[in-house]
Structure formats: C-alpha cells, structure tokens
C-alpha cells in the first residue's frame, strides 16, 4: 500500500509533536516524583537572550576552613548528596555508580563537583580562607521574566556580601536526574507550574 | 559542468555541421533529453526567503514572550510547527519546490521547538541528545516529504550533535558519531534526489568520518595513507557514477579527490606533535608519489572536463613542489632534476595514451 506525500508528512509531524508532548509529560511526573532537595545557590546574573530572560544559577556550597573537600573516587560521575538540616542538603563525596555513591552519602544525584580546598587557620592567616564545592548536575539557568530575574538578582547579589541565602529547589528522581523545580528566595518559592 | 543535454547538444550541432545527420532530426533529438534542473534567480529567492521565513519566526518566538502563560506558549509552538507541516503537505502534489522549503522550515522549527520547549518547562536537556532528535526528525520528515532542504538540516543537526559536548579529538570519548550512519545516508538521498547542497553536506560529513576514525587511531601516520587510499577509491567510484551522469556524482568525485591527497600529504607530516617522525613511505618518494597523483588527478580531471578536480590537482601539485623544494633545502639542481623527471614522465604517458586512441 503506498502511502501519498500528504499523509506521510502528517504522520511524522503528528509522531514529532506527539514526542515533544511525552517528553514534557514524563519529565514533569519525573519532576513531581523525585526527593525535593534545597541545594545553596551562589553568583547568579538575569541574562537577555534570543532565548529569552533566565537566571543563571551557580550550585555552590561553601567549606568553612575547618572542613576539607569530599573524596572522589577514579572516573566518578555520580554525587552523594547529604542532609545538613531544613531540607537543605550538601555534597558528601563521588563515586562512579549509584550503589557507590549510597554508601557514601543516603542521596545519589548523576552528575560531577569541583572542589576548591579551604585553607585552615594558621599563624600567618588566623581565620583561614575558605572553599567552596561547585556542582554540575545539568541545572545551570531559571527561565523567569525579566522583573522578576533582575529581583532575584539584586536579592542574590546581596546574599553575597552575607545575608541570608538563597536555593534552587531541585527534585531528584529515581533514575539519579536532577531537576529544577523553582527557587526559595527569602523565603519564598517560585516554582515552576504549567501556566 | 556543462549538462548531457549541453553537451549532446554540441555533438549535436558538429555531426549536423559535419552532414551526418539532418539538422531536421536536431530538435527530436533534443526533445527526448529531460532539461538539467538548474536554480534560477526566481528559485534561489524563493529558497533564502523560506529560510529567512523559518529563522524570523524561530527568533519571533524564542523573543520575550513572558506575557504569554507556558501551556499557550507551548501550544504556540506546536500549532507552528505542524502548520508549517500542514502546508508543506498541502503543497506537496502541486507544486513540489514550496512543499520543499516548507518541510524544510519545519524541519528547522521542530529544532528550535525542542529548546523552547526546554526552555518553557525548565527541562535540563542534553544538548546532544535535542541535536541528534532534531536531526532525526528532520530526517524523517525529508523521507516523508522526499524534501532535500529538510535532509539537509537532519544532516547539519547531526552534525552539530556530534560536535556538542563531544571530545573525540582529544581521546575524550569513545562512543561512534552519528555522522557514521547519517553521511552516507545523506550522499544517498543527495544522488537519489539530485541535490547539489546535500551533495556537497554528506560529502564533507563522509570526510569528517574519516577524521575521526583517524583522531581515534592517534592520527597515525600509516592510518592516514590507509585513508587516503579508501578516499581514492571512493573518489574512483563517485567518478564512475560521474561518468554514468549520475547528477551530482561529481560534486563527490571532487570532494573524495581533494580529501585523498589531502590525507596522503599529511600522512608524512605526522605526528604533528611531539618528537620522532615514524616515516612511512620515505620523505623524497612521498613527494614524487603525491607530485606523481597530483599528474595523474590533472589528467583525469582534464579529460573528465571536471574543473573542480582540475583544480584540486592543480593546487597539490603546487603544495608537493612546495614540499620537495622545503625537502630539499632549496637545491634548485635536485629539484630541476625530479622536476624534468616528472616532466619525462608525463611527456611519455600523454604520447602512449594519444597512440592508443589513434589505434582505435
């Protein structure tokens, strides 16, 4: 049976949509599914693109000098997050499959940190300095309107000199993926939704 | 390159000058003989205001549509996209050349749709992963349209999956580029459908195959003239379809030639980097080898009347002499010496040849 042109090409752009459907169906259950965790945030600017207005979000976490980096083990590409109170959760270690990594931390998220050591007290530097653990677990940018992004902006910039900070509110599901569900700024969220 | 129809056309004014055939019988002749499809201003206008039409509206609606709540906006998307769809369908019996920019607008808003949608709904997506689907479904498309524009977009959104987050080049990674499958594949269509842009597209993706397999193989010297060797063949085989007048086949018979030499050349400069220069063919018969099929492709490529390859011989010959001059610390008597010696060489091969075609 042959098939004309006209319907073919419906056929596939029916199968295209239809695709593009699923895959925001299933990562929203995904998204809905997953452990919330807050994870801090850090040096984040509204940008102004073709793509339009977004937050671009640095997950980073910050080492008092008396603490040390996480153990990473060779070719790891899974964190172990652990709690650290109020939903909040920080980097425990890497490892290089998901069993691994529950062992070192009781959450596992896909994905690799970089790790800059805090320098402990000494006589020269009585404070220390300290580090900070970046994570790159795929979350990176918040579409949001531009009012909006230059508030979260101006909040953040000022979470910088030492006021309270704020956190992307990120699910992780049961395949390891994170995903961003919105931000707690001050206290507020500001999820996603559908509308 | 002159059309068969050009050329028949030519032979057919001779023979009719010549009195051995009526020019009566000209225009029958002539008439049996489908026109070459050529683009004319009219069509070319027609093709960049499609694509300007296509990216217009891909920046229209990635601009600042904050106002617009996510699920219209989404809807927006989609309705766009399968209207561009409907209308390539609805033109597609009528009148095939707008069907073929219409799909290939699609193509390029069904790309566009998968990073806005990510963008909508905050979906974290792999950028390799939303090239190689909108390649696909650019591909797909193309088979259900038989739209060249749309194959060659699912050849460019491949292409850039391949290069998106990929370190093949420094040993990074190990999975194969999907270039693998979709550049022949694109070559197929390109000769199947008569395409010259998806001709020249599949026709650099095929080289950038072999630039990976050599990436992966260390860029060793002996895998470089192994490919060069598999590029010639495949620049024999094109030239045979060439001379088939497959249309099109050309544009591969020029491409496959220009990468064989360039392969050969390379071959003994490696490695680039570091120390020690494992020679595989030594350095003075490597120039005479490259000057030697630098000739042979000038030939071929004059009695093929194929200017590009014409040119391609012309530009290494040039790079060879370089070469040898460099080689030989600028000895103008040993470099006259194999000079007049390629010279003796061609000389004697033109005489033989011209002998045989008077024989027969």
Redesign the interface.
């Known amino acids: 049976m042959k098939i004309?042109?006209?319907?073919?090409?419906?056929?596939?752009?029916?199968?295209?949509?239809l695709?593009?459907?699923g895959?925001?169906v299933a990562?929203?259950a995904a998204r809905a599914g997953g452990q919330e965790v807050l994870l801090p945030v850090q040096g984040v600017d509204p940008r102004?693109l073709?793509?339009?207005?977004?937050v671009q979000i640095d997950l980073s976490e910050t080492l008092a000098p008396s603490e040390h980096c996480p153990d990473q083990q060779e070719g790891w590409d899974w964190i172990a997050l652990r709690p650290l109170g109020a939903g909040v959760y920080g980097v425990a270690g890497g490892a290089h499959s998901r069993d691994q990594t529950e062992q070192i931390g009781p959450l596992a998220v896909k994905g690799t940190f970089t790790c800059s050591a805090p320098t402990p007290p000494s006589k020269s530097d009585p404070t220390g300095e300290n580090g900070a653990i970046q994570l790159k677990?795929?979350?990176d940018r918040?579409?949001i309107?531009?009012a909006r992004a230059e508030h979260i902006a101006e909040v953040l910039r000022q979470a910088q000199a030492g006021k309270p900070a704020a956190y992307a509110i990120v699910s992780v599901g049961t395949d390891g993926?994170?995903?961003?569900k919105g931000l707690k700024i001050d206290g507020r969220r500001l999820e996603?939704?559908?509308? | 390159m002159a059309s068969y129809k050009d050329r028949v056309t030519g032979d057919l004014d001779r023979w009719i000058g010549a009195g051995l055939i009526g020019a009566d019988k000209r225009a029958a002749i002539l008439a049996t003989l489908p026109d070459a499809r050529r683009l004319d201003a009219a069509t070319s206008l027609a093709w960049l205001g499609g694509v300007l039409f296509g990216i217009a509206v891909i920046t229209f609606v990635s601009a600042n549509w904050d106002a617009i709540p996510r699920l219209p906006r989404f809807a927006l998307l989609l309705a766009t996209f399968l209207g561009f769809a409907g209308a390539s369908a609805w033109t597609s019996q009528s009148r095939a050349l707008v069907s073929n920019i219409l799909l290939t607008v699609t193509a390029l808003v069904f790309a566009a749709a998968i990073g806005l949608t990510s963008q909508i709904f905050d979906i974290a997506a792999n950028p390799r992963n939303a090239c190689y689907g909108a390649g696909l479904a650019a591909l797909a498309l193309a088979f259900a349209g038989r739209s060249t524009g749309a194959a060659a977009v699912g050849l460019i959104m491949i292409g850039l999956g391949d290069f998106v987050e990929h370190d093949w080049f420094i040993g990074g990674d190990n999975d194969a580029p999907w270039t693998l499958f979709a550049a022949p594949l694109g070559a197929f269509l390109a000769l199947r459908w008569g395409s010259a842009p998806l001709a020249h597209l599949s026709a650099l993706a095929i080289i950038y195959c072999f630039s990976w397999f050599a990436a992966r193989t260390q860029a060793d010297a002996a895998v470089f003239l192994f490919l060069s060797i598999g590029l010639a063949a495949m620049a024999a085989g094109a030239r045979w379809l060439y001379t088939q007048d497959r249309p099109f086949a050309g544009v591969f018979y020029g491409w496959f030639a220009w990468a064989a030499l360039a392969y050969f050349a390379l071959a003994d400069y490696l490695p680039l980097f570091g120390s020690g220069k494992p020679e595989v063919i030594p350095g003075s018969a490597h120039r005479l080898i490259w000057l030697a099929a630098s000739g042979a492709l000038l030939a071929l490529g004059r009695f093929d009347r194929h200017l590009a390859v014409s040119a391609i011989a012309i530009l290494s010959l040039i790079g060879a002499a370089f070469a040898l001059m460099t080689d030989l610390g600028l000895n103008l008597v040993v470099a006259a010496g194999v000079f007049g010696l390629c010279a003796a060489v061609a000389l004697i091969a033109g005489l033989i040849l011209r002998g045989r075609a008077k024989a027969t």
């Open positions: 004309e042109a006209a319907p073919r090409i419906m056929i596939v752009a029916a199968v295209c949509a695709a593009l459907i895959v925001v990562e929203g102004a073709l793509s339009g207005h977004y677990i795929g979350i918040f579409y309107d531009q993926q994170a995903r961003l996603l939704n559908w509308f």
